[in-house]
């Protein structure tokens, strides 16, 4: 119509979408600045993944191996799995949209936990389904619950093993509960992107079910322990039959040559991944004790972040202790998009942001200006 505005129109289902907000990743401060809101390893990455990155510089008018071939062999060769099950993409979070593009659509529908990864819901209502939130219990996913959530629309189950923002996890015989209960046509995403960090016994990532499944599909990523997040780099593995589908959807080309070449120098030096995880031992344990002595509680995790709540520290909330920190040049993250408007999420930071942290919310609690 004459002098109406016209503009090309996306979906509904997309529209309703919040914006993901990432955590902040900049304050000014005179001082040091200690960035914990990201989950972001300490250690950085691997030398030997740094020096292979740089090696592709003087290749960089060159398309890389759209298969992404040697690094699916030198992760299956690390896992002990079968490299034609195993698909690679620009972060775990393009394998998240893969999976929706592949098994979702308008009218059916997709299951995630209450306090379950953001990018979940999001990648849902991008393909036009339909998410269905199940709550947990004391932050941990509910497996009668999301049994309970299951109907003939159902599609997908994205379970986060540990889960992120809380760290809480569920023992593998839950997890083969779970499985056991679901219809073989439903497909159980395991998103086991802190798995590396995890040294309960019962735990396990999913390795062992995805290969023994016709439903089930493993996510990790290069992100977390190994340092390549700027790179972008996951992958998964699961049944032949849907990573064959999956194959289909995947953009050509989508993980770079950089990225192949640091992922594969990353997962084959082992000795660094042991130097995070026993930094992680050390450090976990004495974050969760010294702020439970500053009179505030910790959700018990077990992956390389902690989740701080402030509802029992009367007169003091987690905006205000994040403002405090934020001029004080500690970055954490608040996390009432995740449904705790009063917690704040930290990761586990290098030896000096460790005790900063603690120093700065010691003060904080006493009502200290000081620095």
Same mark, same amino acid.
């Given at each position: ?195 590396? #960090? ?8 999913? /390795?062992?079910? &995805?290969? *023994?499944? +016709?439903? @089930? !599909? ?119 998009? #995740? ?8 990761? /586990?930071?290098? &030896?000096? *942001?460790? +005790?900063? @942290? !603690? ?13």
């Amino acid at each position: 119509m004459s002098g109406q505005l016209q503009r090309p129109q996306p979906r509904d289902s997309v529209m309703s979408i919040p914006v993901y907000v990432p955590g902040k990743s900049q304050v000014n401060s005179d001082g040091p600045v200690h960035k914990l809101s990201s989950n972001e390893t300490p250690l950085g990455a691997s030398a030997k993944a740094v020096d292979a990155y740089r090696q592709i510089a003087g290749q960089l008018e060159y398309y890389p191996d759209g298969a992404s071939t040697a690094l699916r062999e030198a992760i299956g060769d690390v896992h002990g799995i079968h490299p034609g099950r195993i698909l690679c993409g620009a972060g775990s979070d393009e394998i998240l949209s893969m999976i929706a593009n592949t098994f979702l659509e308008k009218g059916v529908e997709a299951i995630y936990c209450e306090h379950g990864f953001l990018v979940y819901p999001i990648v849902i209502q991008a393909s036009g389904a339909t998410p269905v939130m199940v709550k947990e219990k004391n932050c941990v996913a509910d497996v009668d619950a999301i049994l309970a959530a299951v109907t003939e629309r159902t599609k997908v189950v994205f379970l986060a093993n540990p889960n992120n923002p809380t760290g809480t996890y569920l023992p593998f015989s839950e997890i083969r509960r779970l499985h056991a209960g679901l219809p073989g046509s439903v497909l159980l995403v395991l998103d086991a992107a802190y798995a590396e #960090y995890v040294s309960a016994h019962d735990y396990q990532s999913g /390795v062992e079910l &995805a290969g *023994a499944s +016709e439903n @089930v !599909l493993m996510t990790r990523t290069f992100s977390k322990i190994y340092g390549l997040a700027n790179l972008r780099l996951g992958w998964c593995f699961g049944p032949e039959a849907v990573i064959n589908a999956m194959e289909r959807v995947r953009g050509p080309f989508n993980v770079s040559g950089a990225a192949q070449a640091a992922g594969i120098a990353a997962i084959r030096d082992q000795d660094f991944v042991r130097a995070a995880v026993a930094h992680n031992d050390e450090w976990l344990p004495r974050l969760t004790k010294g702020l439970e002595d500053l009179g505030l509680s910790v959700t018990p995790s077990v992956g390389n972040f902690i989740l701080i709540h402030f509802t029992d520290a009367p007169g003091k909330s987690a905006v205000e202790a994040d403002a405090y920190l934020l001029s004080h040049g500690c970055i954490l993250r608040q996390v009432g998009n #995740y449904g705790f408007p009063n917690a704040l999420r930290m990761t /586990v930071g290098s &030896a000096e *942001a460790c +005790e900063r @942290v !603690l120093a700065l919310l010691a003060d904080f609690m006493k009502g200290s200006s000081d620095d």
